[in-house]
T-cell receptor, first 110, second 112 residues
Framework: DAGITQSPRHKVTETGTPVTLRCHQTENHRYMYWYRQDPGHGLRLIHYSYGVKDTDKGEVSDGYSVSRSKTEDFLLTLESATSSQTSVYFCAISADTEAFFGQGTRLTVV | GESVGLHLPTLSVQEGDNSIINCAYSNSASDYFIWYKQESGKGPQFIIDIRSNMDKRQGQRVTVLLNKTVKHLSLQIAATQPGDSAVYFC???????????FGGGTRVLVKP
């Protein structure tokens, strides 16, 4: 799937713990995105990156941070997981036009 | 697994008929638009795109129409097939920073 790998694919974690999701690409695309998807809300942008060390907030960034220390990796961290962050998380990459998506990470916070 | 399409508007269409899916976008500065298809348990897949300097673009069995005056986008699927059953999203991208934001989505159900 367009050289994107999300890890882990599934995770269950406890409230209050930090969690990091990884997105890895082999396409050398400049732009990378993190979305969450919940029933009735479609895909909501959390954070995105337009280059190494260049990131910006999306519409639902509270409680999340990101880092991009190299082109191929974009990490999403939940600083202290809450039950409201139970969701499916998608990473996407883009050169300039269309974005390609990973398979998603299902995160459950208990 | 839980369906992300549970609370989305649904379009039911007879197999072989044409489908039209509509989307209103919010940012008049957006200059690039994309339609995605998402099947259950998978990530969104690119269908077709259009730039703001165009008002129509055709692909294989799909056509996208853009009306910038009313900030409206539509996706037409010709001769809808059972494999077209999915959730469809429109997305818009602004000129600054390539920020890509999505509309709410529409579930398409194809009846045999």
């Amino acid at each position: 799937d367009a050289g994107i790998t999300q890890s882990p694919r599934h995770k269950v974690t406890e409230t209050g713990t930090p969690v990091t999701l990884r997105c890895h690409q082999t396409e050398n695309h400049r732009y990378m995105y993190w979305y969450r998807q919940d029933p009735g809300h479609g895909l909501r942008l959390i954070h995105y990156s337009y280059g190494v060390k260049d990131t910006d907030k999306g519409e639902v960034s509270d409680g999340y941070s990101v880092s991009r220390s190299k082109t191929e990796d974009f990490l999403l961290t939940l600083e202290s997981a809450t039950s409201s962050q139970t969701s499916v998380y998608f990473c996407a990459i883009s050169a300039d036009t269309e974005a390609f998506f990973g398979q998603g990470t299902r995160l459950t916070v208990v | 697994g839980e369906s992300v399409g549970l609370h989305l508007p649904t379009l039911s269409v007879q197999e072989g008929d044409n489908s039209i899916i509509n989307c209103a976008y919010s940012n008049s500065a957006s200059d690039y638009f994309i339609w995605y298809k998402q099947e259950s348990g998978k990530g969104p897949q690119f269908i077709i795109d259009i730039r703001s300097n165009m008002d129509k673009r055709q692909g294989q069995r799909v056509t996208v129409l853009l009306n910038k005056t009313v900030k409206h986008l539509s996706l037409q699927i010709a001769a809808t097939q059972p494999g077209d059953s999915a959730v469809y999203f429109c997305a818009e991208k602004g000129a600054a920073g390539n920020k890509l934001t999505f509309g709410g989505g529409t579930r398409v159900l194809v009846k045999p």
